[in-house]
């Protein structure tokens, strides 16, 4: 093309253009340049003509580099792309350079020319516009954008090295007054100075950044434990806080830091920046001027919460919560006398949930209220549909500590009830916690007295477990306490669970206020029960929680236990309660003989297995009993026996530990009939006692 230009138009041409020109031959000297070349390298004619190109090299570019250059120029026939050269003064700039081959008319290499721009300017421009994007003005520091990115590469090496990384959040304290007080140049002042003890502060591995205001993070990587990180957040709260001086006023400073640790906050990097920030506020809310490290389990299980509640709520509106009815039967009479109405949530997945699957994680929402709501709304439209049928069955519902503790639960329920003006109130009873009672006893005890008015009863659920005191009990209307089925599962087996709902049945009876047992699951502790004076009771052992529909016919076909029956018309006294438990003492006794030969036990009080006088049943046999009873035959016929059993028990105990269990097994068949003899002679007593009421 060089060829094709007239000389002056070639030599217009190379002068004027901007862009520098430069022309070798085959063996590599500079036979051309134009004025642009001697504008941005700085060599003039003279300097350069015959040289090699090489004294523009910058070292910036290594062997391979030049050699894939002419690899592609051979090949190709040019070669363009963006190189470093070195100016004469010695300043490195970068150019985009492009070179082409020139052939001569045989089609032989004859010269090459290379064209280049200077675009250093641009690139400094560029650099200029990238540091803004990614760096702080005032500080310098890398802001939100770059710090996030720096995080994540971090996040990436973490998951290779298997090391720490912790994530401080930093926000300084009181900083708007400080601010507002000493105006925002200082503020300025004050930040920057902070960023630069920061920086001086972390490794150089490390990094500090500014989120914005006065936020910082600070990245720390490769930690080995957790000491590290928290001796560096104690290095940080004392940095700041010591003072900075700004024309010679001496000015303090104090921060809050947060921090989350990576693979224990197993979170990406936006989420570990937050994470980071909710610990902080957790340390402004705990004083300010220290440090908090993220709760992970905490905060899965709120989050937990939070999808729940959303689900629940879902549940609600589609009409996937459903009640289930329990009876309520007097065991005296063989009567039904009411029906607690129990939650459930038929879960499109998981079919059907009980409360303890859901209930708790919104126990803390205005979720519960609404489901209570609704409960009492279903509980009410299912009783005015069995009077319908000509069953007359008191409903009770279960209503939530925070239900109840709202202070328009009587005017929301009145609103309720407006709908269920044919429905007699006196078939409602409100359940609530002996612990949700407790924590506001005088609104309690005022919701108790108005609903009492429209003939509303309560009960107190779960009584035993709130350790409520007697002048609670005095001052908390509820007409029922309903013993918690945990005392009652132990009735026959733990003497001082029997010892407790003797004394619930006791205060019940005191205060006059009516008692039902729940969790019955056998006839034995029904009957027990029973005879503690608790006619009242609810349980497996009676019926489970049915769908509303099955209720009618089970209603239809109920049969009271037989067992119930037999001691219907006995009544107890008092001091004769000791003769009930003994009974179940004794059963508890030969109850661990047969664990202890199964190997559930290994420790046996030997002083009770020996000597019949030792184990519980004997305590009161030659004390209160015979005091009592001595005088009843069935009493005395007792004796022998009691003491064949315990030579029996021992001999047991004895094969177990010789490892003869074969031996054991077969003399514990012996034992049950000499227990079940036992239990017959005191049956007998029992009878005997009552009869002589
Ligand atoms: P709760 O009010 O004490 O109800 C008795 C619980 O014991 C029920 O469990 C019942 O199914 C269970 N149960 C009854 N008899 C026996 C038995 O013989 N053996 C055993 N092992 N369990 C028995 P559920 O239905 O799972 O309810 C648990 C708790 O959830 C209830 O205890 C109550 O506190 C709460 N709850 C149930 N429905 C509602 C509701 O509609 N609203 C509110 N706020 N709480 C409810
Ligand atoms: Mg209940
Ligand atoms: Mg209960």
Known sequence: MINLLSPEIASIVFSDIRDGIMVTNTKNEIVFINNAFSEVTGYSEADVMGCDPRLLNSSHHDEEFFLNMWKTIKETGHWKGEIWDRRKDGEIYLEFLSISAIKNCRGDVEHYVAVFTDINEKRKAEQRLDRAALYDVLTELPNRIQTIHYLQNKLNKSRKNHKLLAVVMLDLDDFKSTNDKFGHDLGDRLLVVIAQRLQRLIRSTDMVGRLGGDEFAIILSNLNNFDEVEQMTHRINCLVASSITVNGEKYRLTTSLGVTLYPFDEADAELLLRHADQAMYKAKENGKNQSHLFDVEKDQQAQTRRELVQQLSVALEKNQLVLFYQPKVNMRTGKIVGVEALIRWQHPEEGFLGPGHFLPHVEYHDLI????????????????????????????????????????????????????????????????????????????????????????????????????SLSYLRDIPADILKIDQSFIFNLLDKRKDLALVEGIIGLATAFQRTVIAEGIENTEQGVLLMRLGCDLGQGFGIARPMPAENLLPWVKNFQPDKEWSIWADTSWEISDFPLLVAQHDHISWVKNILFYIEGKTNSFNKASLINHQECRFGHWYYSYGRQRYKHIKEFSEIEPTHISIHHLGHNIIQLCDQGELDGARKKARELLQLKDRILEKLALLQKQVVASH
């Open 369 to 468: 209220i609404d489901i209570g709501e609704w409960v009492i709304c279903k509980a009410l439209t299912q009783l005015r549909y069995w009077l319908k049928k000509d069953l007359k069955i008191s409903v009770s519902v279960n209503i939530s500590a925070r239900q109840i503790l709202q202070l328009d639960f009587v005017p929301r329920l009145k609103e309720i009830l407006n709908n269920f003006n044919d429905v007699p109130l006196e078939l409602l009873e409100l359940e609530i916690l002996e612990s949700a009672a407790l924590e506001n006893t005088d609104h309690v005890a005022r919701v108790i007295e108005q609903c009492r008015k429209m003939g509303i009863h309560f009960a107190l659920d779960d009584f035993g477990t709130g350790y409520a």
